[in-house]
């Protein structure tokens, strides 16, 4: 049974850098495909970037200056780094896997985020 599961630090001071671990458990990373979304508090989805098999990574334009991903086949995890972080940044974080075509099969739960002094 596949499953994701986030862990994060619940609370980041603003200018400091997001860090979220997404532990993945019943497959293995290679040969998938690995996102993060996030949830703004009121808005949809927003896909930030994604991991591949082999290591190449990916990230939506409007983050890619901020955002770094990378993923351990040792552990069995990949971990968004999010960096500069403003209270915007402020939402509930997501793992999921899929393919090449971005469908996606497994989501976790989720990790709530605040960025706030």
């Known amino acids: 049974q596949v499953q994701l599961q986030e862990s994060g630090p619940g609370l980041v001071l603003p200018s400091q850098t997001l860090s979220v671990t997404c532990n993945v458990s019943?497959?293995?990373?290679?040969?998938?495909?690995w996102s993060w979304i996030r949830q703004l508090p009121g808005k949809g989805l927003e896909w930030m970037g994604a991991?591949?098999?082999?290591?190449?990574?990916v990230y939506a334009p409007s983050l890619e200056s901020r955002t770094s991903i990378s993923g351990d086949t040792s552990k069995n995890t990949f971990t968004l780094h999010l960096t500069s972080v403003t209270p915007e940044d402020t939402a509930v974080y997501y793992c999921?896997?899929?393919?090449?075509?971005?469908?996606?099969?497994?989501w976790g739960q989720g990790t709530q985020v605040a960025v706030s002094s």
């Open positions: 019943g497959t293995t990373l290679n040969p998938f495909y």
């Open positions: 999921a896997r899929h393919g090449i075509r971005f469908v996606y099969d497994y």
């Open positions: 991991i591949v098999s082999g290591g190449n990574v």
